[in-house]
């Protein structure tokens, strides 16, 4: 006769708080998107899974979150599946049905997405790499999911680069060189500034998946940045980035901004009740802190905001 295990989870906790979130993290799994006209796309992503907990349960069923997270993944490697995000979704909306006793389901994933390019100056093949980010949650009012990536580039401060500027203002007066011809070199030779490596992170959310292309929102987070960065760059590359950047100076902020105008440009039939969430964050070169930047608005708030300045 088999011995009945008691379900410890379901038994009252000694302290009576309900939790927002329980789960596990950290879960590898091999995930293949289908493409209509290539080869499918398979990722080494990472997931979360999460549930919430009421004060009268103890725990939530680790091995039952697993189980879900597995059977769901299996289901997008056999069967033709578009959007990473729409995984997510499944996976939430599967969680909360096996879990009755919960009101909201979270699931997130990251994984290394890899693009091919030509380097701008040299022309030659390289390729660049972005962080795949999707979520989505569920409960009784609907499934949101949300897709984005986080991207690498380059920024020069116009802080800097202005101190730099009167210098050499200076020293070409001291010099006698007429004032037109310094305005004249002026515009076309920036002065150097102090150069950091950017992070911007770009992601929509809305219900259902958001009609969005992965790839037009990694283009605006890339150029949202003083300047694109490559992973293969000859000497005529390493100019073009220097040039490109100071030619392009921006501050944290700066980026920030030139993400929401460049979600509103690129996306005009996306709904305005999508929620974008734009961060940008420079590792200083100068400093030995880290700048950031961020705002999360509806695509509405956006639109107003950035056609009213025109």
Same mark, same amino acid.
């Given at each position: 006769?088999?011995?009945?295990?008691?379900?410890?989870?379901?038994? $009252?906790?000694?302290?009576?708080?309900?939790?927002?979130?329980?789960?596990?993290?950290?879960?590898e799994k091999l995930?293949?998107?289908?493409?209509? =006209? =290539?080869?499918?796309?398979?990722?080494?992503?990472?997931?979360?899974?999460?549930?919430?907990?009421?004060?009268?349960?103890?725990?939530?069923?680790?091995?039952?979150?697993?189980?879900?997270?597995?059977?769901?993944?299996?289901?997008?490697?056999?069967?033709?599946?578009? @959007?990473?995000?729409?995984?997510?979704?499944?996976?939430?909306?599967?969680?909360?049905?096996?879990?009755?006793?919960?009101?909201?389901?979270?699931?997130?994933?990251?994984?290394?997405?890899?693009?091919?390019?030509?380097?701008?100056?040299?022309?030659?093949?390289?390729?660049?790499?972005? =962080?795949?980010?999707?979520?989505?949650?569920? $409960?009784?009012?609907?499934?949101?999911?949300?897709?984005?990536?986080?991207?690498?580039?380059?920024?020069?401060?116009?802080?800097?680069?202005?101190?730099?500027?009167?210098?050499?203002?200076?020293?070409?007066?001291?010099? =006698?060189?007429?004032?037109?011809?310094?305005?004249?070199?002026?515009?076309?030779?920036?002065?150097?500034?102090?150069?950091?490596?950017?992070?911007?992170?770009?992601?929509?959310? $809305?219900?259902?998946?958001?009609?969005?292309?992965?790839?037009?929102?990694?283009?605006?987070?890339?150029?949202?940045?003083?300047?694109?960065?490559?992973?293969?760059?000859?000497?005529?590359?390493?100019?073009?980035?220097?040039?490109?950047?100071?030619?392009?100076?921006?501050?944290?902020?700066?980026?920030? @901004?030139?993400?929401?105008?460049?979600?509103?440009?690129?996306?005009?039939?996306l709904s305005d009740?999508?929620?974008?969430?734009?961060?940008?964050?420079?590792?200083? $070169?100068?400093?030995?802190?880290?700048?950031?930047?961020?705002?999360?608005?509806?695509?509405?708030?956006? @639109?107003?905001?950035?056609?009213?300045?025109?």
């Amino acid at each position: 006769m088999t011995q009945q295990l008691p379900d410890v989870q379901a038994s $009252s906790p000694e302290v009576t708080v309900g939790l927002n979130r329980v789960g596990v993290t950290g879960v590898e799994k091999l995930l293949k998107v289908a493409r209509a =006209d =290539d080869r499918p796309l398979v990722f080494m992503a990472e997931f979360e899974v999460y549930v919430d907990l009421p004060s009268w349960r103890k725990g939530a069923d680790m091995s039952r979150n697993m189980q879900v997270v597995d059977e769901i993944l299996e289901e997008a490697v056999s069967e033709p599946t578009y @959007r990473v995000e729409d995984v997510c979704g499944s996976v939430a909306e599967r969680l909360l049905e096996k879990h009755e006793y919960t009101t909201k389901a979270e699931v997130r994933m990251e994984a290394e997405y890899m693009t091919r390019e030509q380097t701008p100056a040299s022309g030659l093949q390289t390729q660049s790499t972005a =962080d795949i980010i999707a979520a989505a949650t569920a $409960s009784d009012e609907g499934t949101r999911e949300e897709i984005g990536a986080r991207v690498t580039g380059m920024t020069v401060c116009p802080c800097s680069q202005g101190m730099s500027e009167s210098r050499a203002r200076e020293t070409l007066e001291t010099l =006698d060189v007429a004032e037109d011809v310094i305005d004249e070199f002026l515009d076309e030779v920036p002065q150097p500034g102090h150069s950091q490596r950017g992070h911007a992170t770009l992601t929509v959310e $809305s219900e259902g998946a958001p009609e969005v292309d992965l790839n037009d929102l990694i283009a605006v987070a890339r150029d949202s940045m003083s300047a694109r960065i490559y992973n293969l760059a000859k000497r005529p590359d390493e100019d073009h980035m220097t040039y490109e950047a100071h030619s392009d100076a921006k501050f944290v902020e700066d980026c920030v @901004r030139a993400m929401a105008e460049g979600v509103v440009e690129e996306f005009p039939d996306l709904s305005d009740g999508a929620v974008v969430t734009m961060k940008q964050s420079n590792d200083e $070169s100068i400093h030995q802190h880290n700048a950031h930047a961020e705002r999360v608005a509806t695509l509405e708030q956006l @639109r107003q905001e950035v056609n009213g300045d025109k």
